[in-house]
T-cell receptor, first 114, second 108 residues
Framework: DAGITQSPRHKVTETGTPVTLRCHQT?????MYWYRQDPGHGLRLIHY???????DKGEVSDGYSVSRSKTEDFLLTLESATSSQTSVYFC?????????????FGPGTRLTVL | GQNIDQPTEMTATEGAIVQINCTYQ??????LFWYQQHAGEAPTFLSY????GLEEKGRFSSFLSRSKGYSYLLLKELQMKDSASYLC?????????FGGGTRVLVKP
């Protein structure tokens, strides 16, 4: 299994509070991704990173920001959490990001915003 | 964005064969992935097709027709442990776009 962990694994928070989720990898992969997964929507890309300090938006980036200050860590921040951001969040990593380069997924973080 | 369509749910009997179809817009994707996801767990890689045709891996096979924007995942000799969701994903550049997933229920 790819060395990828997420923390916390579960979190309950209140509307309006900031929340930061962490993704940590030990594979030295260049690409890292944040997805959310909701019933009826599948996995949707929030943001991704193609190197240290290099990030780009996905299809559902509003209300989220990311940072990557070192290769192994990719942080996802909900600046002011809303109930619509209740979801399961998955981090993924990929060696090159193109072609036959599968993405390896972390175990997920279940976030509930009350 | 690119739409990827797959059935929501399928039911099959242990030992049988099930085919999960996936359709997408023909422009934009340069490869097609299939992932398996058990309830409460992370998705795991099953297959990748970049050329037209059938790729076989044990009990699982995946087919791609780029001109038709069509792929399928074939699961043979179904086992109870195959009960899971199966996610189709189109690759474009360094990003994947996922379909909504097909939940497969295997019955004894």
């Amino acid at each position: 299994d790819a060395g990828i962990t997420q923390s916390p694994r579960h979190k309950v928070t209140e509307t309006g509070t900031p929340v930061t989720l962490r993704c940590h990898q030990t594979e030295n992969h260049r690409y890292m991704y944040w997805y959310r997964q909701d019933p009826g929507h599948g996995l949707r890309l929030i943001h991704y990173s193609y190197g240290v300090k290099d990030t780009d938006k996905g299809e559902v980036s509003d209300g989220y920001s990311v940072s990557r200050s070192k290769t192994e860590d990719f942080l996802l921040t909900l600046e002011s959490a809303t109930s619509s951001q209740t979801s399961v969040y998955f981090c993924a990593i990929s060696e090159t990001g193109t072609g036959n380069n599968e993405q390896f997924f972390g175990p997920g973080t279940r976030l509930t915003v009350l | 964005g690119q739409n990827i369509d797959q059935p929501t749910e399928m039911t099959a009997t242990e030992g049988a064969i099930v085919q999960i179809n996936c359709t997408y817009q023909t422009s934009g994707f340069n490869g097609l992935f299939w992932y398996q996801q058990h309830a409460g767990e992370a998705p795991t890689f099953l297959s990748y097709n970049v050329l037209d045709g059938l790729e076989e891996k044990g009990r699982f096979s995946s087919f791609l027709s780029r001109s038709k924007g069509y792929s399928y995942l074939l699961l043979k000799e179904l086992q109870m442990k195959d009960s899971a969701s199966y996610l189709c994903a189109g690759a474009a550049g360094n990003k994947l776009t996922f379909g909504g997933g097909t939940r497969v229920l295997v019955k004894p």
